[in-house]
């Protein structure tokens, strides 16, 4: 029995190796757990904030239709506005003669007032007609 070697039993420390690789194990299990959990609360909280940022968009976009066409609007309307304006303005160098027609006849119906004025009114003088007021106490 001297001849053969006795074999030191391994058994406790194999336990304690698969002991300590369970704890790791489990460790890494829960860690692993705690990040997927945690990058689904991520996603989740994504998810929603992109779903708002749709609706915002959604909504911009609808403002932004709005504004374009109150812009077409303006620029049609400017359009016809400017041909209105080219239009008048063709019509009003159009009575050009019209105009300066009128315009001389009044002229010489204000100077030919002032003759008729000067004609009868004239020669009156208020002092000399009505004579002055000491001659109104006279009489």
């Keep these: 029995m001297a001849g053969q070697m006795q074999v030191p039993d391994h058994t406790p420390k194999v336990n304690a190796f698969r002991s300590y690789c369970m704890q790791v194990v489990d460790q890494l299990c829960t860690e692993f757990e705690r990040e997927v959990s945690q990058m689904t609360q991520d996603i989740?909280?994504?998810?929603?904030?992109?779903?708002r940022c749709a609706d915002l968009l959604?909504?911009?976009?609808?403002?932004?239709?709005?504004?374009?066409?109150?812009?077409?609007?303006?620029?049609?309307?400017?359009?016809?506005?400017?041909?209105?304006?080219?239009?008048?303005g063709q019509k009003h160098s159009a009575n050009e003669n019209v105009k300066m027609q009128m315009h001389q006849m009044l002229?010489?119906?204000?100077?030919?007032?002032?003759?008729?004025?000067?004609?009868g009114f004239g020669t009156l003088d208020e002092h000399r007609c009505f004579g002055s007021p000491r001659d109104w106490m006279r009489t």
């Excluded at 989740?44 to 779903?51: H, I």
């Excluded at 709005?66 to 400017?82: D, F, K, P, R």
């Design 58 to 88: 959604a909504y911009q976009l609808g403002k932004e239709k709005q504004y374009h066409n109150m812009l077409e609007n303006i620029a049609g309307n400017s359009s016809t506005l400017v041909g209105k304006a080219a239009e008048v």
């Design 44 to 51: 989740v909280r994504y998810r929603g904030e992109l779903a």
């Design 107 to 119: 002229e010489q119906m204000f100077e030919g007032g002032k003759g008729v004025y000067a004609e």
